[in-house]
């Protein structure tokens, strides 16, 4: 299979915010790795049997229900101990599985930002596609600068699925983050933060993996 390229990402600590208010927290995340790329259309035909139209561009219309299947046949495929168990419509993630799953939000901002302080770690339009660049799907990972931990296309091209509820007290919807290739670029942030509900696939929302120690 198309090799996973993850990145370390050290442990430390940043304030997380939310573009919807002023508010914002202190989060501190341990050491974890996470994926250079988001996940590909030839990745997710090679575990799934999805085919792939176009290779190199990042998969999409995955529900989160799919997105954690596919961690769990990546972890299979390398011998690694799936992380997600299920239950009917319930999901339990084992923490102590060395297998591939979704990061935590706390994870996605933590490495998203890079060390950055501001909302994004670069100019836009060298580092995110966003709905400025009159795209109609997203384009080929790889193309736009990294961040400081050697992440690409983690801000634009097409938000990302990450383990937690939107709102543990209202319903099951799942978050994603960072803003897609149709979004303006105003909202293209680390601080953007969306939802829908786990059977739902988007066409600018994908699937970046992570793996080891959980945020603390």
């Not at 799907?137 to 634009?156: E, M, Q, S, T, W």
């Given at each position: 299979m198309?090799?996973?390229e ?11 915010g ?19 790329f ?15 139209r ?6 999409v219309?995955?529900?989160w ?23 009917g ?7 102590e599985?060395?297998g591939?799953?979704?990061p935590?939000?706390?994870e ?13 770690y670069?100019?836009i ?18 193309a ?7 992440l ?20 099951n ?14 909202v ?29």
């Amino acid at each position: 299979m198309t090799d996973m390229e993850m990145a370390r990402i050290p442990a430390g600590r940043v304030l997380r915010g939310d573009m919807r208010g002023s508010e914002r927290r202190e989060i501190v995340v341990s050491e974890f790795e996470i994926g250079v790329f988001p996940v590909t259309e030839e990745q997710v035909a090679e575990l799934l049997g999805i085919p792939a139209r176009h290779p190199r561009r990042p998969a999409v219309d995955l529900s989160w229900f799919r997105a954690i299947r596919l961690c769990n046949a990546l972890s299979e495929w390398e011998g690694l101990d799936p992380v997600y168990r299920f239950d009917g419509e319930e999901v339990h993630a084992d923490a102590e599985s060395d297998g591939f799953r979704l990061p935590t939000e706390d994870e996605w901002e933590y490495a998203c930002r890079a060390g950055a302080t501001g909302s994004t770690y670069g100019p836009i339009r060298e580092i995110a596609w966003t709905a400025a660049d009159g795209l109609r799907a997203p384009v080929d990972v790889g193309a736009r600068l990294p961040n400081l931990f050697g992440l690409f296309d983690i801000l634009g091209n097409v938000a990302e699925w990450c383990e937690d509820l939107v709102d543990p007290e209202r319903g099951n919807a799942r978050v994603f983050r960072g803003g897609g290739w149709n979004d303006a670029p105003a909202v293209v942030r680390a601080t953007t933060r969306r939802g829908g509900g786990p059977r739902d696939g988007f066409d600018d929302v994908g699937v970046r993996v992570a793996r080891g120690a959980r945020d603390s």
